[in-house]
């Protein structure tokens, strides 16, 4: 059986000959998920940036895992690559 790093692995930026998203990015798109999700200190993000070959997929898009303690995780997706997400993108994924 395959790791789930070896299933995976191909979508992730980085892959495919996309340059890897830099830290300064991830950052930035955290902070506004922060502000437009009025979040608490405490909760948590994750942000990834996915290319998908299936035809199903939209091609690239960012997702944006939302950890609040005492809460299921959210997902949030935005059909944009990581550095052309705005504020506005987020509200429209909630």
Do not use: Y
Not at 67 to 92: C, F, N, S, W
Request: proline share 7%.
């Amino acid at each position: 059986m395959r790791s789930p790093v070896a299933l995976f692995g191909a979508f992730l930026r980085g892959s495919f000959g996309l340059p890897k998203t830099d830290r300064e990015t991830i950052e930035r798109v955290k902070e506004m998920a922060r502000t437009v999700l009025r979040a608490s200190p405490e909760t948590a993000f994750a942000v990834n940036e996915i290319a998908c070959t299936d035809p199903g997929c939209p091609g690239i898009e960012t997702v944006i895992l939302v950890m609040e303690p005492g809460r299921k995780t959210r997902a949030l997706k935005v059909q944009k690559p990581l550095d052309e997400v705005t504020e506005q993108d987020i509200l429209a994924a909630i």
